[in-house]
């Protein structure tokens, strides 16, 4: 019997959500692009035109409005999909507990433990909303959305006035600041900036990952068992020693005891420790396993050949399996920040930007198919969409 949340699954939970903030982005970008367009004119302009189009400000009610919305979806989608963790969790145990003969509890884990997870899980996108914004100035200044639109109004009228350059040139490099930042999330005790679709990825995963480790241990003490099986696959992360090296420790069964049959899953895998299993990036779960009722997922044999077709020769260079899915992510990364500046320079009306962009697009989404085909990895092209194409 299969665990529910293998890592495939796991990986894809969070999507929708990543989506839903990727689009407001776009939708925020679009509010503050558009209104730097003079009646449609962008050549030479003076000063004046530039002071007067700022007093027409940008509307705050749509900014808010915007991100309200998003935050309403967010809240009510990552609900369900947290119920339906649970469920799927407290279905699989149940089975698990009938095959080895142990009476099974109505609920496995309690509703107080399950809501902490689903209330501090909603509070991490609630702080989302109220410290995002783009990263202006050289990646010097974090800004509030709103103010966007006039820091480009500022930062247009100081280079007109002190380098003489054109209107249509000082947009084009607010245009650009804008897009090539994105929103990003502050975490304020760390000074740390994540794009606004990744912070919204690892609060879902944190969530589900907490939801289903409860779980985990909670029926691994119904079940009298000290063993667990770490889940597998393709591509798990094989830099770094000891139990940073994924791939070295995956699909195998472990103990929580020491100097026991199977190894220390503390000592090997690192459970608990940021670099370890169930740590930062790490897409590995663990399941409770009962010796002689439940067989492994994956026989050493399978395990030594997991990444076998899956390292590729691209372009001149090679790349081992967990190389070629970092790849992926990173091509991934460049067509979502190429996509936000398509959006601005449409928006703000910068034609010729705007079609060399999207020559880029096309590109590297050619890349990225004929990289994905070469190393036998599935097309993940949910993560270079932007939900208002």
Not at 61 to 84: C, G, M, P
């Amino acid at each position: 019997m299969k665990y529910p949340f293998y890592p495939e699954v796991l990986d894809s939970l969070p999507e929708e959500l990543a989506e839903l903030y990727r689009s407001l982005e776009a939708t925020l970008l679009e509010e503050i692009c558009s209104r730097l367009k003079l009646s449609g004119e962008l050549n030479e302009v003076t000063v004046q035109d530039i002071r007067a189009l700022r007093s027409h400000g940008i509307d705050l009610k749509d900014i808010e409005k915007a991100i309200q919305s998003t935050a309403n979806i967010s809240q009510r989608d990552l609900q369900k999909l947290l119920d339906d963790v649970a469920e799927r969790n407290q279905r699989y145990y149940q089975e698990v507990m009938d095959i080895a003969g142990v009476t099974a509890p109505e609920t496995l884990v309690s509703i107080e433990d399950t809501w902490a997870i689903y209330e501090q899980t909603k509070q991490t996108f609630h702080n989302m909303t109220g410290s995002m914004g783009f990263l202006v100035d050289n990646g010097r200044t974090m800004l509030p959305t709103a103010r966007a639109y006039q820091w480009a109004l500022d930062n247009a009228e100081m280079q007109i006035t002190s380098r003489a350059i054109s209107y249509n040139q000082a947009i084009k490099s607010a245009v650009k600041q804008l897009a090539d930042s994105g929103i990003k999330v502050v975490d304020y005790e760390s000074g740390h900036r994540d794009q606004i679709d990744v912070a919204a990825r690892r609060a879902v995963m944190t969530g589900v990952s907490q939801i289903c480790a409860k779980y985990t241990e909670q029926s691994a003490e119904y079940l009298e068992t000290p063993y667990f099986e770490v889940s597998a696959h393709i591509g798990a992360r094989d830099k770094g020693v000891g139990w940073q090296n994924h791939k070295a420790w995956q699909g195998r069964v472990y103990s929580v005891r020491t100097g026991d049959k199977y190894p220390s899953i503390y000592e090997v895998c690192g459970l608990g420790y940021v670099d370890g299993l169930e740590g930062a990036n790490c897409r590995h779960i663990r399941m409770a396993f009962v010796d002689g009722v439940m067989e492994r997922t994956y026989t050493d044999e399978e395990l030594a050949h997991i990444d076998d077709g899956h390292d590729v020769d691209f372009e001149g260079k090679h790349y081992t399996a967990y190389e070629a899915t970092q790849k992926q992510r990173q091509v991934e990364r460049t067509a979502r920040k190429l996509k936000r500046e398509q959006t601005a320079y449409k928006s703000a009306g910068l034609t010729e930007d705007y079609q060399a962009v999207t020559a880029r697009i096309r590109r590297l989404n050619a890349e990225y198919k004929a990289f994905s085909e070469a190393a036998q990895l599935p097309l993940q092209r949910e993560r270079m969409r932007i939900l208002y194409e």
